[in-house]
C-alpha cells in the first residue's frame, strides 16, 4: 500500500511515457507487487488454475527482453517489526495472534513470512519462470520495494517498479508504478526530481506525510488529511521537519494546530536534547525513547535493513545471466501445455531483437571512444546475417532479416532504425542487392525468323523484282512493244543464302527451282512466276540485251528463269548496280541475322 493518499498528491507529477523509454535501461522489480497486479485481472479459481497470471507475466517480460530492458525481480523476505501490527489487520486472523505477542518482546525486530501460502506459491512459479529467461532474483532481507530503493539510490539500476509509494521514503529516485503493453504501450513514472520541483517534497517531507497520514508502519495522527498535512510540512521546511518531529513529537502537532504561530528558533536545551534522541534514533527501534511513537517510523524509513551494494547477493544479482531455452520449454510445457515450437514462437525473436540491441549499444559505445572498426572486425559477432525485405506495420518501417546461430531462428522481423544503428553495412548490401536485381537481364536467346521476317524478307524482294522489271518493261514500251504478263508469286528461302548471291537461280515450269546442277529445291532461291516464250537467261548485271520484236502467248509458262549476279561491275548500268547491291546487302544481312 504505502503511505496513504500519497499517489493522489504526487497527481501533477505523473508522467506517461512511451513502453520504449524502458529501451536500454535496468530496473528493478517489486514481485509481489506485479503478481497482485496480474492476479487482480481474474480471480476466478480457472484462472489461478491454468496460470493466467503467470502467462500474463510471460508476455510482459518477452516484451520488455525485446527492448533489452534488464529486470531483477525483488522478493520480500521478513516482515518488519513496526509492520506486524498492520500484517496483522490485513490477514484479521486467529492464527497471528502470536505475531502479536512477538511483537511485544523488544527483541524480536521482524518474523518470517509464510513461505507456504498460494500467493508465495506463485512467487516461486514466477521466478522459476525468470531464471529461464535469464533474469536474476533477489531474496530481500525485509521490504522488497525498500531494496529496490537502495539500488536505484546507489545508482545499481535506473528505476523501481512497484505500487508501493513508501518507495520514495526508502531512497528511490524513480519510480514505475505501471505498465500498459500492445499497440500504444506506456509505463506510468513518478521521478523525485520532479516532486522536489514542482511540490518542494525531499524525502524528510515524504517521511513527515506518512508520519502525520498513515501508511504501513503507523495509523497516522487523527484530524490530518491530505490537503493539511502537505501545509503542516511545507510550513516546517524539508530540512526541519524530521528534526522538530523526533524532537517534539505530537506536541508540535498540537501547538501547530491550535496557535497556528510560526516556527521558533529551538533553545540550547532543546539541542542537547535532540543530540541525545539522534544518538538513540541511528541506533536499534528498541532503544528509542518510549514517549516518542514517531521515532520508529522514522528509522524504519531511513535505516531499512537491506543487502548493501558491496554485498555478494547484490552481485550477483547484477550479473548477466544467460537465456535457458531447454529449461523455458520445460516449464511452458508443465504450465502452459505448449509445445517447444510455441514457446521458441513466441521468446526467441524477442531474444534475437534483445541481441541486436546489445550489438548496437557496443557499436555506439565504441564510437563515442573513437574506435571505428569495421562490422566483421568487431570483437562481439552481428547477429544479423543480411536482410530479405522491408515492410511496413503501422505505420513503421521494418526490416525482415535473417539471423546467425539464433537458437534456431532462420528469420524475423525487427525496427529498421534498429537495423541502422547495428549494421548499417547490412543496409548498403541490401540495397546494392536490390539494384542488381533492378537491372534489365539480356538474356541471348536463339534467333529465329518468324512470320513477320518472312512477309517483310518477301515484300523487299518482290520490291527489288517488281523494280528491275519495270525498267525492262520501260525499255520494251519504248520499243513497241507489249509488256510481259508478270506473276508476283514469290517463295523465299532466308535459311540458305548461299544459293542465292552470286549465283543462277532458274524456275521451272512445274513451280519448281533448279540449281545449276539441275537439282529441283522448292525453298533454297526466290522464285518468281514470269511467262515467256521459251527458257531464257536473263542476266541483271549484264547490259540491257537488244530489242528485237517477239510475240507473246499466254498460254506459254516459263520453264525456267536463270538469273545471275555478276560481281563484275565493268558494262553494267547505274541503276542495274544499285539494285544488285541493295539485294546482295539485303541477303547479307538476313544472313547476319541467321547466324
Excluded at 505501471?178 to 514542482?198: N, T
Excluded at 537465456?323 to 531474444?351: M, N, V
Aim: charged content about 25%; proline content about 4%; aromatic content about 6%.
Amino acid at each position: 500500500m504505502g503511505v496513504k493518499n500519497l499517489w493522489d498528491i504526487l497527481e501533477s507529477c505523473k508522467k506517461t511515457l512511451p513502453l520504449h523509454h524502458l529501451q536500454n535501461k535496468r530496473v528493478c522489480v517489486d514481485l509481489s507487487c506485479w503478481m497482485v497486479q496480474l492476479q487482480s485481472v481474474n480471480r476466478s479459481h480457472c484462472a489461478t488454475k491454468e496460470k493466467v497470471y503467470l502467462r500474463g507475466l510471460f508476455h510482459r517480460l518477452r516484451a520488455l527482453i525485446a527492448l533489452n530492458c534488464s529486470l531483477i525481480f525483488v522478493t520480500d523476505g521478513a516482515i518488519p517489526a513496526v509492520k506486524l501490527s498492520t500484517y496483522r489487520r490485513r490477514l484479521n486472523n486467529a492464527e497471528n495472534e502470536a505475531i502479536a505477542d512477538a511483537a511485544n518482546h523488544c527483541k524480536v525486530s521482524s518474523i518470517k513470512r509464510n513461505m507456504g501460502s498460494e500467493f508465495s506459491r506463485m512467487i516461486k512459479e514466477a521466478e522459476v519462470l525468470a531464471l529461464a529467461l535469464g533474469i536474476p532474483c533477489l531474496n530481500g532481507l525485509e521490504e522488497a520495494e525498500a531494496q529496490c530503493a537502495l539500488l536505484n539510490s546507489e545508482s545499481l539500476c535506473d528505476g523501481c517498479f512497484t505500487t508501493d509509494s513508501d518507495a520514495f521514503l526508502f531512497g528511490a529516485r524513480t519510480v514505475y508504478r505501471d505498465i500498459c503493453l500492445g499497440e500504444g504501450g506506456y509505463v506510468i513514472c513518478y521521478e523525485m526530481d520532479d516532486i522536489e520541483r514542482f511540490l518542494g517534497f525531499g524525502r524528510n517531507s515524504l517521511i513527515s506525510l506518512a508520519v502525520l497520514l498513515g501508511s504501513d508502519y503507523t495509523q497516522g495522527v487523527r484530524g490530518f488529511g491530505p490537503e493539511s498535512a502537505c501545509q503542516f510540512v511545507k510550513s516546517i521546511g524539508d530540512s526541519t521537519v524530521l528534526r522538530r518531529l523526533a524532537l517534539e513529537g505530537l506536541s508540535i502537532v498540537k501547538k501547530q494546530k491550535s496557535s497556528k504561530r510560526k516556527e521558533q528558533t529551538l533553545t540550547s536545551k532543546h539541542e542537547e536534547h535532540f543530540a541525545i534522541l539522534k544518538t538513540n534514533f541511528v541506533g536499534n527501534g528498541c532503544n528509542l525513547p518510549i514517549d516518542n511513537q514517531f521515532l520508529k517510523v522514522i528509522d524504519a524509513y531511513l535505516k531499512p535493513k537491506c543487502h548493501s551494494a558491496e554485498s555478494v547477493a547484490v552481485h550477483r544479482a547484477l550479473s548477466l545471466y544467460t537465456f535457458g531455452r531447454s529449461q523455458l520449454h520445460q516449464i511452458c510445457a508443465q504450465f502452459f501445455d505448449w509445445p517447444p515450437e510455441k514457446t521458441d514462437e513466441y521468446i526467441l525473436p524477442k531474444i534475437a531483437e534483445r541481441d541486436l540491441r546489445r550489438f548496437s549499444n557496443l557499436c555506439y559505445t565504441s564510437s563515442q571512444l573513437g574506435v571505428h572498426l569495421p562490422i566483421d572486425e568487431m570483437p562481439v559477432k552481428c547477429p544479423v546475417s543480411s536482410i530479405v525485405k522491408k515492410r511496413i506495420s503501422r505505420g513503421r518501417d521494418y526490416f525482415e532479416v535473417t539471423w546467425e546461430d539464433m537458437h534456431g531462428l532462420k528469420a524475423s522481423v525487427v525496427p529498421a532504425d534498429l537495423v541502422e544503428s547495428a549494421c548499417p553495412e547490412k543496409i548498403m548490401e541490401f540495397h546494392e542487392r536490390k539494384a542488381q536485381e533492378k537491372k534489365p537481364k539480356h538474356k541471348s536467346r536463339p534467333k529465329k525468323v518468324g512470320k513477320t521476317v518472312l512477309k517483310e524478307i518477301d515484300d523487299k524482294l518482290r520490291e527489288l523484282v517488281l523494280d528491275s522489271e519495270r525498267d525492262t518493261n520501260n525499255t520494251d514500251i519504248i520499243g513497241g512493244l507489249v509488256p510481259e504478263e508478270i506473276s508476283t508469286s514469290t517463295h523465299v528461302d532466308m535459311l540458305n543464302p548461299r544459293t542465292c548471291h552470286g549465283s543462277k537461280l532458274k524456275v521451272n515450269s512445274r513451280g519448281g527451282e533448279e540449281g545449276k546442277n539441275g537439282v529441283s529445291s522448292s525453298s533454297d532461291c526466290y522464285a518468281t512466276g514470269l511467262s515467256f516464250p521459251e527458257t531464257e537467261i536473263i542476266d541483271l548485271m549484264s547490259p540491257s540485251p537488244s530489242v528485237r520484236a517477239r510475240g507473246i502467248s499466254e498460254c506459254q509458262h516459263v520453264k525456267c528463269i536463270d538469273v545471275e549476279l555478276s560481281e563484275s561491275d565493268n558494262d553494267v548500268s547505274p541503276e542495274h548496280a544499285r539494285k544488285a547491291r541493295e539485294l546482295r546487302l539485303f541477303i547479307a544481312r538476313i544472313g547476319d541475322r541467321n547466324s
